[in-house]
């Protein structure tokens, strides 16, 4: 859901970009004259590729792009590392616990 509405928001700054008569990065990739399913879908492969290490051919234009997509990959790489954090506190909490297990059974 979270990427979907990074896709929505992307796809909406590129539009609007090329509205305001901005180079973006809907124009600069031909995206304008595609259907609205292939647009998208760019947009949600674009908001996945913010989260993991794929890579996508479609990279901002201007300025408000590339801000987003700097926010984008902030946000990530804080959600990530969290993530991250919570797995390796979990599997020492459980190392623990087994080790804790294993002393009361000898």
Not at 82 to 103: C, D, F, H, P
């Amino acid at each position: 859901a979270f990427n979907h509405f990074l896709a929505c928001i992307w796809f909406a700054i590129g539009t609007e970009s090329h509205r305001m008569g901005l180079k973006s990065w809907v124009s600069q990739f031909g995206y304008l004259e595609e259907d609205w399913d292939y647009q998208y879908v760019t947009s949600f492969h674009w908001a996945i590729t913010q989260f993991t290490p794929a890579s996508m051919n479609v990279q901002p234009q201007n300025l408000v792009e590339r801000s987003f997509a700097v926010i984008v990959v902030v946000f990530a790489l804080v959600g990530f590392s969290y993530v991250v954090g919570s797995i390796t506190g979990s599997l020492t909490q459980l190392r623990n616990m087994t080790e804790y297990a294993s002393k009361e059974f000898w």
